[in-house]
């Protein structure tokens, strides 16, 4: 694993300068280096096919777009921001589901449960491809590829989806995801550094439900 200390009641990872979050698949702090490191601040250098488990055993992924622009004030955006996350689950039919949480309006297409005000986030549910599952257990590479271009295209707003995969229970993700957005009384959505309830929280916090 990278980085020099384990922090066990965060689970994240501590590299001197900055935090690693090792379910999304990124760093929580920005690069302290800047642009020299690279165009994002906050990804991880990794094995782009790194992922896939050759037993067939990874059903749930934490997707990162990291490059995806957030709005930090209104009418302005920023790519610097750690990108978007959400959570996609699929079981051994190749059968998928995508969950991911956001500033969303309640009325929008895919919203699941309690609807908050806009500005106190919201679940939604996205339709996306099923996998195809080869014959050693695996997705197959187009299905995959086809499936990242649609995350892209449907989640993504054009920017590539990375994803960090480990074992979990599909059931047990999306039952959690359900359970969040059913709450009424549930946290609003915020960035406070020392108690965040965000779209990164929410796919952190339903991957690790399902392990």
Same mark, same amino acid.
């Given at each position: 694993? &990278?980085?020099?200390?384990?922090? !066990? ?8 300068? !900055? ?9 929580? /702090?920005?690069? #302290? ?27 749930? @992924?934490?997707? =990162? ?15 610097? *921001? ?22 969303? =309006?309640? /009325? ?20 996306? &491809? /099923? *996998? ?6 695996? #997705? ?6 086809? *499936? ?14 990375? *994803?960090? @995969? ?16 059913? /709450? ?11 108690? %965040?309830?965000?779209?990164? %929280? ?10």
């Amino acid at each position: 694993m &990278p980085g020099r200390h384990h922090d !066990r009641k965060t689970g994240l990872y501590y590299n001197r300068h !900055r935090y690693y979050d090792p379910v999304v698949g990124s760093y929580i /702090n920005q690069d #302290p280096i800047g642009l020299m490191g690279d165009n994002n601040h906050y990804i991880y250098p990794v094995n782009p096919t790194g992922w896939i488990d050759s037993l067939g055993l990874q059903q749930a @992924c934490v997707v =990162n777009f990291p490059d995806y622009p957030v709005e930090y004030a209104e009418g302005k955006t920023s790519t610097w *921001l750690g990108g978007h996350n959400g959570v996609l689950t699929y079981d051994t039919s190749g059968k998928t589901q995508y969950f991911e949480y956001g500033r969303y =309006n309640p /009325n929008a297409k895919g919203i699941m449960g309690s609807k908050l005000p806009q500005d106190d986030g919201n679940v939604r549910q996205t339709p996306m &491809p /099923n *996998l195809k599952i080869g014959k050693d257990g695996v #997705p197959t590479d187009e299905s995959m590829k086809n *499936l990242e271009e649609q995350l892209s295209k449907g989640s993504g707003k054009g920017t590539p989806a990375k *994803l960090t @995969c480990s074992f979990a229970d599909p059931k047990k993700v999306a039952d959690y995801a359900k359970e969040i957005s059913e /709450n009424k009384d549930r946290e609003k959505y915020n960035w406070n550094p020392f108690n %965040s309830n965000h779209y990164r %929280s929410f796919a952190r916090d339903v991957a690790k439900a399902g392990q």
